[in-house]
């Protein structure tokens, strides 16, 4: 059975839509991302899922009970937010203890359940600190131990990485890993924009975007198989490269010439009828590599990112202002300013028409 049911849920503010048609299962103890750029809706329907935020359409079942009208406090949940809203005189104890004893629990249950917070959070030594002598990583695991205290059905986390720096935040993103890990029977649902976030956390990505779902699915399966050029574009670092033509040959294997005249061949299957149809050719950067036979994409570098491991190739943009974008391994600085061939694997390439991927008719 479904954890958290969502049928057909839509919000609007004043007569703004801002999103519809949402609907999503999440299974006991999964570890759910909702992706998208900023402004897409991820704190709306989480605040929406937490209760903080009307429904003005649809339902949202939990454990199977309706929740649209159940106040918040009821719905066996519990938030961490970006900015950790510590009480700050209070201790770490009196933080973590404090929504039990508001709730009336005895000494003996509030202690247990902070005494098992703070070691899973690996808080133990910091119990009788104030917020103001922890690191930005603390705190934010102090948030996170005042969720675990209420043992919730669903914890909800809006962007709680987004306030630490690059590397606490690698850091806390493993955390977070873990905790899952330590406890495969809660429910998770985690808003983040960081794909990277989404990709390593996440049992299952939801990316919304447009006012409603773009892709639901695991993390390989969004990298693998987008559905459309949206989810293919903002899934991956760099984007994948979009390159337009139109097919020419069909069956097993699809041919495509492309708008520069340069053919490519994709293992994606097309039907006769396919001949002749617009299509993007997509290709990320990791999947390109210098060929000295028929390219699928030639031009000049205009700048060159070596990060050590790999060197990401610009390369001058053509007439549309499009710029491709290849990953080549080790260090390339050298081909600034060259002229490149690239190809890539027929498995590596993805076919989109009308921005839809031909995997998903
Ligand atoms: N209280 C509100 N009144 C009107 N519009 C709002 C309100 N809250 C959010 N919005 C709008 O809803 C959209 C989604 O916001 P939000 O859920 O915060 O996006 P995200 O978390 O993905 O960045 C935005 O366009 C935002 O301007
Ligand atoms: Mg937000």
Known sequence: MADLKLTDVAKAYGGVKVLSNINLDIRKGELIVFVGPSGCGKSTLLRMIAGLEKISGGT???????????????????MVFQSYALYPHMTVRDNMAFALKIAGKSKAEIDTAVARAADILQLTPYLDRLPKALSG???????????????????????PLSNLDAALRVATRIEIAQLKEQMPDST??????????????????VVLAGGGISQVGTPMELYQKPQNEFVAQFIGSPAMNLLPGEIIGT???????????????????????????????????????ETEGDPLFTGTVDITEALGEVTLLYFEKDEAGRQMVAKL???????????????????????FHDGVSLLYR
């Open 137 to 159: 990583g603390q705190r934010q695991r102090v948030a996170i131990g005042r969720a675990i205290v209420r043992d919730p059905k669903v914890y909800l986390f809006d962007e």
């Open 188 to 205: 998770m649902i985690y808003v983040t924009h960081d794909q990277v976030e989404a990709m390593t956390l996440a049992s299952r990505i």
């Open 251 to 289: 069956g097993g294997m699809t041919r495509v010439r492309l708008d520069s005249g340069l053919e490519a061949v994709a293992a994606i299957p097309t039907r006769d009828g396919d001949m002749g149809l617009k299509v993007n050719l997509g290709v990320r950067p990791e999947d390109l590599r």
């Open 60 to 78: 949202l079942e939990i454990g199977g009970e309706l929740m649209n009208d159940v106040p918040p406090a009821q719905r066996g949940i519990a």
């Open 329 to 351: 391994p080790g260090i390339r600085s050298g081909l600034r300013h060259s002229a490149v061939l690239l190809t890539a694997a027929p498995e590596a390439l993805h076919l």
